[in-house]
């Protein structure tokens, strides 16, 4: 068994930056893939990044350069560092993990079997 901590919700203002956190314990495999999912009220659950367990990442377009997926191995700690944030970035971020031995560049919540409880994130204009 695997459990995701992630860190407490934050609100910014439209151009602002917030670095989320997920603290992985429990079976942790030397193949696994890790992801983050953003979910807007009304809507389902989208990938925005993930990371594999040698630090190969994807991105989804809306995200990419404004987004970074990150690791310390060492701590086993998943970090997603979110820049120039924008109203439309604003819902639940949840950190999901799996034992994958790649992640795929398309980012889709049913591949993955374990997840955090979720970190409300809030930009206003």
């Known amino acids: 068994q695997v459990q995701l901590q992630q860190s407490e919700g934050d609100s910014v203002q439209a151009g602002g930056s917030l670095k989320l956190t997920c603290s992985v314990s429990?079976?942790?495999?030397?193949?696994?893939?890790m992801a983050w999912f953003h979910q807007s009220p009304g809507k389902d659950r989208e990938g925005v990044a993930n990371i594999d367990s040698d630090g190969s990442t994807n991105y989804a377009d809306s995200v990419k350069g404004r987004f970074t997926a990150s690791q310390d191995k060492a701590n086993n700690v998943l970090y997603l560092e979110l820049n120039n944030m924008q109203p439309e970035d604003t819902g639940i971020y949840y950190c999901?993990?799996?034992?994958?031995?790649?992640?795929?560049?398309?980012?889709?919540?049913?591949?993955?079997?374990?997840w955090g409880q979720g970190t409300q994130v809030t930009v206003s204009s």
């Open positions: 429990g079976s942790i495999y030397s193949s696994y893939c």
């Open positions: 999901a993990a799996a034992y994958l031995t790649y992640c795929s560049g398309n980012i889709v919540a049913s591949d993955f079997n374990y």
